[in-house]
């Protein structure tokens, strides 16, 4: 098992690009999620699905698109990169089973927007 | 919204030292859990409390759950170079139990 796994670990965009960071998990878990991270923010969700088809805004949805048409991918789309979105971003994934939260997460994609 | 707070933000200490980090939620929490984040890494979990009260143990790690469920703590008993990182403590935005909100990680540096 691969895990989560998110490309690129490192991007660098102009003000005004979109791009498509990927993830992808091999657990066959349902649920899946995007943070960023910024630095003494701790983590914040923007976007989340709960399986294929389905998903909902997060804390900071925006500036940011999701899709989730099969289990195994959730890409997060950028629509038009701002200053704002340098951060480190973080997908993570948990199997559905009520009360057991264990996220698993990948090892980040580190976006900077000039 | 519901808000997790996490106290200290920066924590420098001697190996062999202990340490302690709090959380504090808004809200009354489900469950809570706790990540540990290494430099340049990824967050991994570590545990996760569901009960009022609740007390675990993780070798020299002890984890607490509040009697009101709106806070916890994590202690490391004689601090290693090892347990450098932040660590992160999280709770459900609500019944949503996929969604998480997280404390802003406390930063443990430990001097050899």
Redesign the interface.
Known sequence: NAGVTQTPKFQVLKTGQSMTLQCAQDMNHEYMSWYRQDPGMGLRLIHYSVGAGITDQGEVPNGYNVSRSTTEDFPLRLLSAAPSQTSVYFCASRAGTGLTDTQYFGPGTRLTVL | ?QQ?M?IP?YQHVQEGEDFTTYCNSSTTL??I?WYKQRPG?????LI?L?KSGEVKKQKRLTFQFGEAKKNSSLHITATQTTDVGTY?C?G??GT??????????TILTVHP
């Open positions: 919204g997790v996490q933000q489900s469950n859990q890494g990824h967050p991994v979990f996760q569901v992160f999280a459900p935005r949503s139990y996929g969604k998480l909100t997280f404390g802003q990680g």
